[in-house]
């Protein structure tokens, strides 16, 4: 199976009581870029913006922000896969 990284920040905001805004003025980390993280929608993530996430929401394990998940290939990356393309 497929791995992804997940980013929690949906989660993180929402039992939190908080809302994107919010987080943004505490970590100092763009509205627009945590809405992307938090809908799936941006490929990549800055290694301090975990480190303000976290440190504004006081958290001291990095897995609270991010998880490795097994998700089912995509038609695009079986047929990569089956003509050697996909490594």
Do not use: C, W, Y
């Amino acid at each position: 199976m497929a791995k992804k990284v997940v980013v929690r920040i949906s989660e993180l905001v929402k039992s939190r009581h908080m809302t994107l805004r919010e987080l943004s003025r505490l970590a100092d980390v763009r509205h627009a870029a945590l809405s992307e993280l938090s809908n799936g929608k941006r490929e990549s993530i800055h290694f301090g913006h975990i480190e303000r996430i976290a440190e504004a929401l006081q958290l001291t394990d990095i897995r609270e922000i991010i998880d490795l998940v097994e998700v089912e290939p995509t038609n695009k990356q079986t047929r990569a896969n089956r003509t050697g393309k996909g490594d």
